[in-house]
């Protein structure tokens, strides 16, 4: 019953930002640390960013630490990634996701219990 989709990819140019929503939908938001993986092709889908249910703490995966900010809007059911300079590395589709309760670490996928479908992001060079 818990759905999350994503939007806000697109084509940026190196050295752009991006922002990318995820909203979820179907139970309480609250009840729900988010997270952002993403996967380019013929690679593991890795970690990005995550934030706790009330935003207090956060985590970065070391490839985005200090060019990416991961935030919260419980009101609005969302949560959001910041992306500046960007580089064609960043190319993948990013993913959405959430988990209730976490029994393994914020950096990885099978901590999470729902996935967005994902939305592509391709930096030009």
């Known amino acids: 019953q818990v759905q999350l989709v994503e939007s806000g990819g697109g084509l940026v140019q190196a050295g752009g930002s991006l922002s990318l929503s995820c909203v979820l939908s179907?139970?309480?938001?609250?009840?729900?640390?988010m997270g952002w993986f993403r996967q380019a092709p013929g690679k593991e889908r890795e970690f990005v960013a995550a934030?706790?249910?009330?935003?207090?703490?956060?985590y970065y995966a070391d490839s985005v630490k200090g060019r990416c900010t991961i935030s919260r809007e419980n009101a609005k059911n969302s949560v959001y990634l910041h992306v500046n300079s960007l580089k064609p590395e960043d190319t993948a589709v990013y993913y959405c996701?959430?988990?209730?309760?976490?029994?393994?670490?914020?950096?990885?996928?099978?901590?999470?219990?729902?996935w967005g479908q994902g939305t592509q992001v391709t930096v030009s060079s």
């Open positions: 996701s959430a988990v209730h309760v976490i029994a393994g670490l914020w950096t990885e996928a099978s901590s999470y219990d729902h």
């Open positions: 934030i706790t249910w009330f935003g207090d703490r956060t």
């Open positions: 179907g139970r309480p938001f609250d009840d729900y640390g």
